[in-house]
């Protein structure tokens, strides 16, 4: 028995009612996402996915079991609709407008009553609201409440993106008017009770492309093997923008910048974000720091916080550094000649810190990281590799000092705040990694439950391996996802017992709690957030909610209520800003590879489900797939914890990580899918030598007898 999200009591196993959340599929049906994890997940047949829409939190009662053995679920109720809005392409059919959802899981059309499409045209994406909020009937009927364009246009993969995913695009007059009675520069009332260090040469060191600068770092030796000085300035946020303030308000809308291929949605007015806060060089900027002494061994020794002024004596960009630090003589290190000793410095630190790291046990992951050189009109030109150096690590490095400080500062002053918290492996995922680790070769230490060190052994074995990217992919993949939340559970990856963010309070909500709570240590007060935007029911994971709503476990501390939403809000968001960027990278590369068409890629397996297998070119570094009914003449099953794809007839295995010479064989763009042919039968192939290997073997078996039946004519003859 258990309190269902409408607060109704329901017994599962005596009612035969379910409570959960609509999870769509793009073929049509659907699964209910069960809230009592002591029961499965019902399968939603797609003449009972017309009645709801993904997202929806129902109640269904249990039918029949299918030839497959999953539980049918018929819908009885709608107790809360997620989706208020719906992106579509506008059609006129005998007279009546017509909205084919964008979102392929959506499984059905929504009529248009005349006089209600606000002049949209044929072929345009409109926004459109459903009258309807409970079952949807055979007329699911809407209005047209907002017309995007033509589907062509510029940036409408964008466009669309932020109206799906429903991310605030737009700040509100109120958030204007504030952010107009600011000054245009560091006023002297904004220097009042800061620390003055304007003569400190900090540097930023970011992309080419970056607009705003959170961070700014120095460093100096203390001499006599002393160790290191380390300051990390980050901007102060939160003097500018106060709790409960209409730019408060909007940033806890958003809780975090959406970076797009040429568009960010900001989680601050630019104003702010390229303006007063960021970091830009020889302007006064009000920062909040960070001054760690750390030692030789990368220990860090003593830290501080405090408000200062600084003046940032240049903006430096990775590429540039890596290339001074590697040439103390060349034309870089002349260009940044005046910052080049603090910024050799840095290196020197980073070179103990990342020793200190490995010691540690944090873990490493050389994974090839991509990004997109678009044209004028926002579509794909190339898709590079984006080549990590040493200044890239180094800035990282500087950024975990500063974090790790600020968790440990929160932490012994035993205030309530946001953690970034990342939890163990679970036993589930556990196991699976290592039945796949198993027939590589490789083990993973540490039993039931084990350490970051027990990884990095494993990848520092793959590291020269040609299997490497796959065997870090099945590391990544068993482990769980990082979230937010007042209660520390440590940071598993990076081997830290506490760990949060601070260093980005332009374009992260947490990272701007986490200064406000610092600022009231340092003034001796006590800080009670703002909670401007309640999480929605879909926010909250079932296990949490549960625990709101029985009280903490913990020992009583205060305004815990406050901070558990706000985590849960700014964990939601984080997946959401996620989802959103990722559908608008799948767009642009199934429109990129469309003009590739029929043509030839050598390719790796890079992931494998019962329904097929997803293949990475190596040239272009796009995903496809290839259903499994496609993968040759022969039957595949799949073996969830080895997998991989085996076939019954051939015994030809599919696996993680194989070569594949693959042909581009469809690009689906509602679907955001690109799918692959197979040049070649594998199978075939694997039969083909098969047979061969054992014609070759009986022929060789026929000769080997032969003597011995010569022998023995001669020896009894």
């Known amino acids: 028995m258990y309190i269902n999200r409408v607060g109704l009591v329901i017994d599962s196993h005596t009612a035969n009612l379910y409570t959960g959340v609509v999870q769509g599929h793009r073929d049509g049906y659907g699964f209910l996402v069960n809230e009592d994890e002591s029961s499965a997940d019902l399968f939603i047949p797609v003449e009972e996915m017309q009645k709801v829409l993904p997202g929806d939190h129902v109640i269904a009662r249990g039918g029949y079991i299918d030839e497959r053995g999953r539980l049918v679920a018929q819908i009885i109720k709608v107790t809360e609709r997620k989706l208020k809005k719906i992106v579509g392409r506008y059609s006129v059919q005998r007279g009546i407008g017509v909205v084919t959802p964008e979102d392929i899981r959506i499984a059905r059309k929504i009529l248009v009553e005349p006089g209600k499409s606000l002049g949209a045209k044929p072929n345009q994406v409109v926004v459109v609201s459903l009258d309807q909020q ?17 589907v062509n246009d510029p940036g409408m993969e964008i466009e669309i993106a932020v109206r799906k995913f429903d991310l605030p695009y737009q700040f509100s007059d109120e958030t204007k008017k504030e952010v107009k009675r600011f000054a245009k520069t560091v006023t002297t009332s904004d220097l009042r009770d800061r620390v003055d260090l304007r003569d400190i040469p900090f540097v930023t060191i970011d992309g080419a492309d970056a607009r705003d600068f959170d961070d700014a770092v120095y460093c100096e030796p203390l001499g006599a093997r002393r160790g290191y000085r380390l300051l990390v300035a980050i901007a102060d946020v ?54 760690a002494i750390i030692s030789l061994k990368g220990d860090v020794k003593a830290y501080q916080f405090y408000p200062a002024v600084i003046r940032s004596a240049a903006r430096l960009i990775y590429e540039d ?225 549960k625990t709101m709503e029985a009280g903490s476990t913990e020992k009583k501390i205060a305004n815990i209520g406050v901070w558990e939403k706000l985590g849960i809000l700014c964990s939601s968001h984080e997946r959401r800003a996620d989802e959103a960027s990722y559908d608008v990278t799948a767009w642009l590369k199934c429109y990129y590879m469309k003009q590739h068409m029929g043509a030839t890629y050598q390719g790796i397996i890079s992931g494998i489900t019962q329904f097929g297998i997803f293949v990475t070119l190596k040239e ?33 295995k599919f696996r993680l990580g194989d070569p594949l010479t693959v042909r581009v064989a469809a690009c689906d763009l509602d679907a955001r899918r690109i799918e692959f042919a197979l040049i070649e039968d594998p199978s075939f192939s694997y039969q083909k030598d098969s047979d061969k290997k054992e014609r070759e073997s009986r022929r060789k078996g026929l000769n080997t007898r032969k003597p011995k039946a010569e022998k023995r004519r001669g020896k009894h003859g």
Not at 283 to 289: A, L, N, P, S
Not at 620 to 644: A, K, P
Request: aromatic share 8%; hydrophobic share 35%.
């Open 134 to 150: 409970g079952l949807l009937t055979s007329r699911a009927v809407g209005k047209v409440i907002e017309i995007l364009g033509e």
């Open 238 to 291: 939160s003097h500018y923008v106060k709790p409960a303030s209409a730019i408060d308000l909007d940033a806890q809308l958003r809780t975090t910048s959406v970076y797009f291929p040429r568009r960010v949605i900001p989680m601050l007015p630019e104003e702010l974000s390229n303006g007063l806060c960021s970091l830009n060089p020889n302007v006064d900027r009000c920062t909040i720091v960070c001054d």
């Open 321 to 545: 550094v890596w290339e001074a630090l590697q040439n103390p003589n060349g034309p870089q290190a002349l260009i940044m000649e005046a910052v080049l000793p603090n910024v050799q410095d840095l290196y020197k630190l980073y070179g103990i810190l990342f020793k200190s790291r490995e010691l540690r046990g944090a873990m490493d992951f050389e994974t090839v990281e991509t990004y997109i050189v678009a044209n004028e009109e926002g579509k794909i030109e190339n898709i590079l590799p984006r080549e990590r150096n040493d200044a890239h690590r180094l800035v990282e490095e500087m950024m975990l000092v500063a974090n790790t400080c600020a968790a440990d500062f929160i932490g012994k002053n035993k205030v309530p705040c946001l953690y970034r918290v990342h939890e163990p492996p679970k036993a589930e995922k556990l196991n699976k990694l290592r039945a796949a680790l198993g027939p590589l070769g490789l083990t993973l230490g540490g039993l039931d439950n084990p350490e970051p060190k027990d990884y990095c052994k494993v990848i520092e074995q793959i590291k020269d391996r040609p299997d490497k990217e796959m065997i870090q992919t099945l590391l990544l993949r068993s482990m769980q996802q990082a979230v937010y939340s007042p209660h520390n559970g440590g940071h598993f990856g990076l081997a830290y017992p506490a760990y949060t963010h601070f260093t980005s309070p332009i374009r992260r909500y947490p990272d701007l709690l986490v200064h406000r709570t610092i600022r009231s240590i340092l003034s001796g007060k006590n800080y009670v957030p703002k909670l401007l935007v309640e999480p929605s029911q879909d926010d909250v994971p079932f296990d949490v909610r």
């Open 620 to 652: 272009l570094y796009v995903e496809g797939s290839i259903h499994i009914s496609m993968l040759g003449n022969d039957y595949y099953v799949f073996d969830e914890n080895r997998n991989e794809l085996c076939g019954l007839r051939s015994n030809f």
